[in-house]
């Protein structure tokens, strides 16, 4: 037996486990980019719900804003105790929650429901907080 023919017997020996070897490596290598485009996606969901999420904040602080000088100041002076009354506070939160609507970008809001939800089922609640965190500021001025 040559050192060719050896060679070539051994070549025949190893060559099912050298494609094991390639198949084992390439499939080690697509899990590899797989992991890193999930990182990649995650990465811009979080960035992308993070902006939306900061919109949302400026929107609800100006929708707050909006509704207070424009609709609660009005009412409050037609008022004998300067007070809302629950009707006037609704239709108040139904002001502003429409001035959130508008006035936020259809990209933020897209992003916003599909992380929270229907946007309609949790904005009382945020632009409440937004209302309660505006009073805070104004006491503190």
Known sequence: ???SAFALDLVEILLPVIA??????IGYGV???RKK???IDNE???QSLSAALTEAEAVGIDAVRATNQV???????KSKDGKLTED????AMGVAKDYFLEHITCGSLEILEASLGPVREWLEGFLEAKLSAEK????YA
Not at 20 to 25: A, G
Not at 71 to 77: F, Q, S
Not at 88 to 91: L, R, V
């Open 20 to 25: 094991l070897f390639l198949v084992v490596l």
């Open 31 to 33: 899990a590899l980019l």
């Open 88 to 91: 006037e506070a609704k239709e």
């Open 44 to 46: 811009i969901a979080r």
């Open 1 to 3: 037996m040559t050192l």
């Open 37 to 39: 485009i999930e990182e």
């Open 136 to 139: 805070r500021g104004m006491e």
């Open 71 to 77: 609709l609660v100041d009005e009412l409050k002076e």
